[in-house]
């Protein structure tokens, strides 16, 4: 006769099997191709056919979180409206951009963000958010840091958040940009758990390009996240250029 506990490991081992199925085999492939269809007819008829909706990741694998691409030369507000409509798909998660910046701005509220950026830089002085190494996963020291970063950008929602990766110059420079897009993306995902609307949040990863003034380019300290938190739009347009949100 069977004993339980051989009898529970028995249907724990059934159980991850099937999750394994379900996350890898032909219903996630399915699931993936259904998705990329849904998003295509719902662009085309909103006259945004130029963007496309790819629902695997890097490695090929299927994902409810598309990346966009082919909106280059489209406005902040139809990136926005193309965002939005994929992410309205049931069963799509967020969406991001292939160029780095996630879905798009949030409302038009005015706000002055730059006390934001002032206090996140200050909570990243002398810490670091941390991750495992040549990897994207959060290391949990990282945690009540992220904590406190969330509670410092709380007061500048409706501005557009920037995320971005850094790499030192270890290692190739494709594989560089991706990890640090990884880890943009990783901390983008753990401010939207913390109730950080994600529509204001833009992750984007750079490599090696940018080293810290004074740093050589293989210097570990190169390794970090930088935020950047700017107005949606001017309070007032001058006749001076104006930066966009880009």
Request: net charge negative; glycine share 10%.
């Amino acid at each position: 006769m069977t004993s339980r506990p051989a009898l529970t490991i028995a249907l724990g081992a059934a159980f991850v099997a099937a999750l394994g199925y379900v996350a890898s085999g032909p219903g996630a492939d399915a699931m993936g191709t259904r998705l990329a269809e849904q998003a295509d007819a719902a662009l085309k008829e909103a006259g945004l056919g130029m963007v496309s909706a790819k629902f695997t990741d890097r490695f090929g694998a299927p994902t409810r979180h598309p990346m966009l691409s082919g909106g280059e030369k489209l406005d902040e507000g139809r990136r926005a409206e193309a965002a939005r409509l994929v992410a309205s798909l049931p069963g799509v998660g967020g969406t991001s951009w292939e160029d780095g910046f996630a879905n798009a701005a949030a409302g038009a509220i005015e706000y002055e963000p730059l006390h934001c950026q002032e206090d996140v830089e200050g909570l990243l002085r002398t810490r670091s958010i941390r991750f495992e190494e040549a990897s994207a996963e959060l290391l949990p020291v990282s945690m009540i840091l992220i904590d406190e970063v969330a509670d410092a950008l709380r007061p500048c929602l409706g501005s557009i958040i920037a995320i971005t990766g850094h790499t030192d110059d270890t290692g190739t420079e494709p594989g560089n940009i991706a990890l640090s897009m990884d880890r943009a993306r990783a901390v983008r995902e753990a401010l939207v758990q913390r109730g950080i609307p994600r529509d204001g949040l833009r992750a984007q990863g750079v490599g090696s390009a940018e080293p810290v003034e004074g740093l050589a380019p293989n210097d570990p300290a190169n390794r970090r996240i930088e935020f950047s938190v700017v107005r949606i739009e001017p309070l007032k347009p001058t006749p001076v250029d104006t930066p966009g949100p880009r």
